[in-house]
């Protein structure tokens, strides 16, 4: 909850409370300061006040409970727990100081606490749905994605749904991976009335993850819509027409968004992404260049710009691109990756000194990052052609791991299977590759740096 909507909630919770409590006439004063300090977003005073009248009147549960209120929307969720209990002591049926109670338990990260007082609150009121919500996106934090299912279920079942416990909920499912609750919550989010931006900016993310480009799109689109103002859409969107290698429609989106955004560093990164994806290098390096005018500290943008001149056959260029960005960046592994590659096309043309220098980028690239599949094939091709089959092996089968759905990874993997007299594992490997292949020629192959955006 953001600091505006606790102080209006506190506020809520504070008029409510007081128009019925009996207090002594000390502790009343102290809490109506409380309440015009806290109307004028002054929590600090309203934190004074309220300390005062339960120091006044210790057994009153509206203070101390919205004592802890305004300690927890001033995250201070430690102090405000001891608060909550004492509340709840002086008053054990009230749900909502219970529920309060377990958010701020939350808030402290002891989840599991947390989760036992938000259950209670939903088995004395099966509608809470801000419980519901809490409780499930708590269960998504622990991992427990069955519970949190049926904690979620519980908030579509109301009519309407509460938009703002569904959209808490559904960004924890989504962050989780549950990607079909995110979906429903956010389409009950939807026919309750709540066609904002966000909402459509979930469901395209989403849709996008499930690989239905159509709807991802158009739930996107509608994001824009309704608010052009924020770039995330954008960027969003052309993550995932970038993942479906949809180049040519992300090339036309960002050039509406760089024109709507014209200081927008990310947006020049993906306009030039897409124009080297569609051969568009002059473009490309117009974009990269523009990019590292607005942030000059962005890795993304050296690199797309070396990728760029590298593939206009700019190598000197793309060389000088290199080395700036492994002297900038010198933990980023993929400037030593991209390089590396690039030396090895001339090492593929018999210059020896070309090769030891890309081997070395190389494995520079996977100490820095083990997980680079491509480091991992390239150096496993090196060593099977230097005939140091136990490291080719070694290379190949970690590129398969990370990359499993890349043909030419089984290939060299079945060809190192080979020498070394599996052939039974060699086999599979090339039914591997040939079914890999089959699939890689329906669709238009990726570009290596896409995956690092």
């Given at each position: 909850m953001s600091r505006r909507g606790a102080v209006c909630t506190l506020i809520l919770f504070l008029r409510l409370a007081w128009a019925a409590a009996e207090q002594p006439h000390g502790a009343q004063e102290h809490a109506a300061k409380a309440l015009r300090a806290a109307q004028a977003g002054d929590l600090q005073r309203a934190e004074a006040?309220?300390?005062?009248?339960?120091?006044?009147?210790?057994?009153?549960?509206?203070?101390?409970?919205?004592?802890?209120?305004?300690?927890?929307?001033?995250?201070k969720p430690t102090e405000a727990v001891?608060?909550?209990?004492?509340?709840?002591?002086?008053?054990?049926?009230?749900?909502?100081?219970?529920?309060?109670?377990?958010?701020?338990?939350?808030?402290?990260?002891?989840?599991?606490?947390?989760?036992?007082?938000?259950?209670?609150?939903?088995?004395?009121?099966?509608?809470?749905?801000?419980?519901?919500?809490?409780?499930?996106?708590?269960?998504?934090?622990?991992?427990?994605?069955?519970?949190?299912?049926?904690?979620?279920?519980?908030?579509?079942?109301?009519?309407?749904?509460?938009?703002?416990?569904?959209?808490?909920?559904?960004?924890?499912a989504a962050a989780a991976g549950d990607l079909a609750t995110t979906v429903d919550l956010g389409l009950a989010m939807l026919r309750s009335g709540q066609q904002s931006s966000a909402v459509y900016n979930l469901l395209g993310n989403a849709y996008g993850k499930q690989g239905d480009l159509t709807r991802s799109t158009e739930a996107f689109e509608n994001a824009i819509a309704r608010d052009p103002s924020i770039e995330d859409n954008y960027l969003d969107l052309l993550r995932v027409l970038a993942s479906h290698?949809?180049?040519?429609?992300?090339?036309?989106?960002?050039?509406?968004?760089?024109?709507?955004?014209?200081?927008?560093?990310?947006?020049?990164?993906?306009?030039?992404?897409?124009?080297?994806?569609?051969?568009?290098?002059?473009?490309?390096?117009?974009?990269y260049t523009r990019a590292l005018e607005i942030d000059p500290n962005s890795a993304n943008a050296n690199l797309g710009l070396a990728a760029a001149q590298r593939a206009a056959g700019m190598t000197q260029e793309a060389a000088a691109t290199f080395e700036r960005g492994i002297r900038k960046f010198p933990r980023e592994p993929l400037h030593r990756q991209e390089y590396g590659l690039m030396l090895m096309a001339d090492a593929d043309a018999g210059?020896?000194?070309?090769?030891?220098?890309?081997?070395?980028?190389?494995?520079?690239?996977?100490?820095?990052?083990?997980?680079?599949?491509?480091?991992?094939?390239?150096?496993?091709k090196v060593a099977l052609e230097r005939g140091e089959l136990?490291?080719?092996?070694?290379?190949?089968?970690?590129?398969?791991?990370?990359?499993?759905?890349?043909?030419k990874i089984h290939y060299a993997l079945s060809r190192a299977y080979r020498r070394a007299g599996r052939a039974r594992e060699a086999s599979q490997a090339l039914e591997s590759y040939q079914r890999l292949k089959v699939e890689e020629e329906k669709s238009n192959p990726g570009f290596p740096l896409s995956r690092a955006r």
């Amino acid at each position: 909850m953001s600091r505006r909507g606790a102080v209006c909630t506190l506020i809520l919770f504070l008029r409510l409370a007081w128009a019925a409590a009996e207090q002594p006439h000390g502790a009343q004063e102290h809490a109506a300061k409380a309440l015009r300090a806290a109307q004028a977003g002054d929590l600090q005073r309203a934190e004074a006040e309220l300390r005062e009248a339960a120091r006044l009147a210790p057994r009153n549960p509206a203070y101390l409970s919205d004592l802890a209120s305004v300690l927890r929307a001033r995250k201070k969720p430690t102090e405000a727990v001891p608060f909550y209990r004492k509340a709840l002591e002086a008053d054990r049926g009230n749900s909502i100081i219970r529920r309060n109670l377990a958010l701020a338990l939350w808030d402290c990260n002891r989840l599991e606490e947390a989760v036992r007082e938000l259950s209670a609150v939903l088995k004395q009121d099966p509608n809470d749905s801000i419980a519901a919500s809490a409780l499930a996106a708590a269960y998504y934090q622990r991992g427990q994605s069955e519970e949190a299912g049926r904690a979620a279920r519980m908030l579509l079942a109301a009519h309407p749904v509460d938009p703002g416990a569904a959209f808490t909920c559904a960004t924890a499912a989504a962050a989780a991976g549950d990607l079909a609750t995110t979906v429903d919550l956010g389409l009950a989010m939807l026919r309750s009335g709540q066609q904002s931006s966000a909402v459509y900016n979930l469901l395209g993310n989403a849709y996008g993850k499930q690989g239905d480009l159509t709807r991802s799109t158009e739930a996107f689109e509608n994001a824009i819509a309704r608010d052009p103002s924020i770039e995330d859409n954008y960027l969003d969107l052309l993550r995932v027409l970038a993942s479906h290698n949809q180049w040519r429609p992300a090339l036309e989106v960002a050039r509406k968004a760089v024109a709507g955004f014209p200081r927008a560093s990310a947006l020049y990164e993906l306009k030039g992404l897409a124009e080297t994806m569609l051969l568009l290098t002059a473009d490309a390096i117009r974009s990269y260049t523009r990019a590292l005018e607005i942030d000059p500290n962005s890795a993304n943008a050296n690199l797309g710009l070396a990728a760029a001149q590298r593939a206009a056959g700019m190598t000197q260029e793309a060389a000088a691109t290199f080395e700036r960005g492994i002297r900038k960046f010198p933990r980023e592994p993929l400037h030593r990756q991209e390089y590396g590659l690039m030396l090895m096309a001339d090492a593929d043309a018999g210059d020896a000194a070309a090769e030891a220098r890309a081997v070395a980028l190389l494995e520079q690239a996977i100490a820095l990052d083990a997980h680079l599949s491509e480091t991992h094939y390239q150096l496993g091709k090196v060593a099977l052609e230097r005939g140091e089959l136990r490291s080719a092996l070694a290379h190949f089968e970690w590129a398969v791991k990370l990359d499993p759905n890349v043909s030419k990874i089984h290939y060299a993997l079945s060809r190192a299977y080979r020498r070394a007299g599996r052939a039974r594992e060699a086999s599979q490997a090339l039914e591997s590759y040939q079914r890999l292949k089959v699939e890689e020629e329906k669709s238009n192959p990726g570009f290596p740096l896409s995956r690092a955006r």
